[in-house]
């Protein structure tokens, strides 16, 4: 009873001792010591509890020692690689750490954490400076993260490098102790944490039975373990009841299918309920009256029939052809019973076993939803007037700003003035060479014409405008002396006076593709296989300091803004007149480029190429297509848009037009609209061309069209 009632007072003290529990550990003590008293602590610090008990004494002394077990908490911490000589003190140290500390089953109340946010996920500390709050209120700061490098060398210069755990929630690196790490093998070999605990101890029998004269409970047997019970039986009937009125169904016994239906239709098997993606496996064509042994007339094809079968497609042509037997002895055998085999057999093997889900999708929705061509108009439509008279093949075309005259060229030698609302023909001249391109001036007080004539290009005087205008033209059109390049720069192009046609010449060393004029009309471009030149009104000659990856193809002037737009055979650039410097790059990803043109507010960008695509650029939203149209099955020859009108063109060889809705907003989130209107045909095909340019009018939905077959187009609304 002594020991027993020892027992009792240690577990009361121990429970008292979690109440206010503090961080302790065993100090190690290499020293040897004979009471009892110290091997009862050692056992105490490695167990977390007592076998013993304490004796009044020592529980007095340890709220009196309150502080020195602070010190000694702080002590315990001690390698256990010290000395012989410390170890008198370290062990007396430790004896005090004891009796001051309460004792504590709980391993997360031997240090208390620092970092106070509780249950908040640290992700949400993230993009902060820190990570919670201490005790006090103040933010625990982040520690700066090393290099990869940087830790990874300090690891391998730290030998307890592998004892250390990085704490993400304070932050801080722990050194695991000796006694943790024992505790951590002991338990991943599945023992329990302390070495002193017993799992088989004796069982310890609290109650007893010494001199005991009477059980726990002398109550007699009750009677309801010896009778039947009425709840039982009431419950019965009522599951009988409910079984007879249909109310509860009992689990019938599954029978098993004993028959296959040949014939028959597994549709509504019980497999399907079971599998919802069931395909029953197919079944044969059945019988009918010819394969019969004795069939009908009407079903025996005559001799002519089965001649015609050998003239049919072998699988149009009747598998069976029905015979007329007198009875089954005289039926040969079948030709085709090893093969119709086989192939049962291979719709059995391969017939789908996952059963395809298929969206039924109506395809008009699909389309996009495009307003009707009835609210886009007016647009061209018909071929309202030809103009005829020259020899070959029209080049290009160009109409002047008022919108009275066009101006054509072509490969006869000849450029000609028509009048566009009757088709007279006012101005011919004779250049001699096939006409490259033709060009307007965009001035109206200006009305001079620009052509390429192989490596010429002639600034014609058209004689329109009065007589003030035509003093200014003059006197512009008059070069005293050729005027040539210094020796400095690139000798690229002479000025020269041309009195055959009452203009200038500029001769150049190259093949002149074709010109575009600047919006003030002061100056204009040339394009030429290796170079494009900036020949300005003041008879000079300017090479553009910009170098192209590859051979420029054509040029436009930005309409408002002092932008310069080159295209190669791969891409367009876009320059900077000004600052002289790349600004985009516009990837087409086409195999070669055949023209451009800019919309009149300036941001949008149409591109033909050789394989008849047609591709739109809008410059603020990327330097990608915004949209391919793949409209000619020939090469596009060039591309328009409307000054005025939402209108743009395409031409091509296969002898036809596409004209385009294209409305931009003013809203930058929302694309532009293209609509495909009409496709104009008319023209005829001529050594493998077909429309050769294409140009609109200035103030009309008028399109015109210059074909391969001499003449030239204009179709209205």
Not at 493 to 499: N, R, T
Not at 576 to 604: C, F, M, W
Not at 648 to 673: I, K, R
Request: charge should be negative; charged fraction near 30%.
């Amino acid at each position: 009873m002594g020991v027993e009632m020892k027992k009792e007072k240690g577990i009361k003290k121990r429970n008292n001792a979690t109440e206010k529990p503090q961080q302790q550990q065993q100090i190690p003590s290499d020293s040897d010591s004979d009471s009892d008293a110290d091997y009862e602590y050692e056992d105490f610090s490695e167990d977390g509890g007592s076998d013993g008990s304490l004796s009044d004494s020592e529980a007095g002394e340890s709220g009196e020692s309150g502080s020195s077990g602070d010190e000694g908490v702080a002590n315990s911490d001690v390698d256990d690689g010290l000395q012989n000589d410390n170890g008198q003190e370290d062990q007396s140290d430790g004896s005090e750490s004891h009796q001051g500390a309460e004792e504590s089953d709980s391993s997360e109340d031997e240090v208390a954490p620092r970092n106070t946010v509780g249950d908040v996920p640290l992700e949400w500390y993230k993009d902060e400076e820190h990570i919670g709050y201490d005790l006090s209120g103040k933010k625990i700061t982040k520690k700066e993260r090393k290099d990869k490098l940087d830790s990874f060398l300090e690891s391998a210069d730290d030998s307890k490098n592998w004892l250390k755990v990085y704490d993400e929630y304070n932050d801080e690196d722990v050194e695991v102790t000796r006694k943790e790490l024992k505790l951590i093998r002991r338990l991943l070999k599945g023992k329990a944490p302390h070495g002193d605990f017993d799992p088989y101890a004796p069982y310890v029998d609290w109650f007893k039975w010494d001199d005991a004269k009477h059980p726990l409970s002398n109550a007699p047997e009750p009677k309801r373990r010896f009778i039947p019970s009425k709840w039982e039986s009431k419950k019965v009937v009522k599951l009988v009841r409910a079984i007879r009125a249909g109310l509860i169904k009992p689990d019938q016994p599954k029978e098993e299918q004993r028959f296959y239906h040949l014939w028959g239709d597994d549709s509504s098997s019980t497999e399907k309920a079971k599998h919802l993606n069931f395909i029953p496996a197919p079944k044969p064509k059945l019988p009918g009256h010819e394969e019969s042994y004795n069939p009908s007339l009407e079903y025996i094809p005559t001799q002519e029939e089965i001649n015609s079968y050998q003239l049919m497609y072998e699988e149009d042509r009747p598998k069976f052809i029905p015979r007329r037997y007198t009875s089954l002895r005289s039926i040969p055998a079948y030709d085709n019973a090893v093969k119709d085999v086989f192939e049962r057999c291979l719709d059995l093997y391969l017939c789908p076993r996952v059963r395809k889900k298929r969206i039924n999708i109506d395809p008009e929705s699909l389309k996009p939803k495009l307003p009707s061509r009835r609210d886009l108009k007016p647009y061209p439509v018909s071929c309202y007037l030809e103009y005829k008279g020259h020899m070959d093949a029209v080049t290009s075309i160009s109409i002047d700003a008022s919108g009275q005259w066009i101006a054509s060229g072509s490969l006869d030698g000849t450029v000609r003035i028509w009048e566009v609302e009757t088709g007279r023909c006012l101005r011919n001249w004779e250049v001699g060479e096939a006409v490259q391109y033709v060009a307007w001036n965009p001035l109206r007080e200006l009305p001079i014409l620009a052509v390429s004539v192989g490596p010429d290009v002639l600034i014609l005087n058209t004689g329109f405008g009065d007589e003030e205008e035509q003093k200014k033209i003059k006197e512009l059109l008059h070069v005293e002396t050729p005027i040539a390049p210094d020796d400095s720069g690139n000798k690229v192009s002479i000025w020269l006076q041309d009195d055959k046609h009452e203009g200038i010449r500029l001769r150049h060393f190259k093949t002149v593709s074709s010109v575009e004029w600047h919006r003030k009309g002061d100056y204009f471009s040339i394009v030429m296989p290796a170079d494009i030149l900036f020949p300005l009104s003041k008879k000079h000659t300017q090479r553009i300091p910009f170098k192209l990856r590859g051979l420029p193809v054509s040029s436009l002037f930005h309409p408002t803004k002092k932008i310069f737009f080159i295209s190669t055979k791969k891409n367009v650039r876009v320059y900077d007149l000004q600052k002289q410097k790349l600004i985009k790059k516009l990837e087409t990803g086409l195999r070669e480029v055949s023209s451009i043109a800019v919309h009149p507010g300036g941001d949008n960008v149409i591109v033909g190429s050789r394989e008849g695509k047609l591709c739109w650029f809008d410059m603020d939203l990327s330097s990608k297509p915004y949209r391919i149209l793949k409209c000619h099955p020939k090469d596009v020859t060039n591309v328009a848009f409307h000054r005025s009108y939402p209108l743009f063109a395409s031409c091509s060889d296969d002898c036809s037009a596409y004209v385009f809705h294209g409305t931009v907003y003013s809203d930058l989130n929302q694309n532009p609209l293209i609509v495909p209107l009409e496709i104009l045909r008319g023209h005829t095909s001529s050594k493998g061309r077909g429309v050769m340019d294409c140009k609109f009018h200035p103030r009309q939905p008028w399109l015109f069209t210059a074909g391969a077959d001499s003449v030239i187009k204009l179709y209205c609304h």
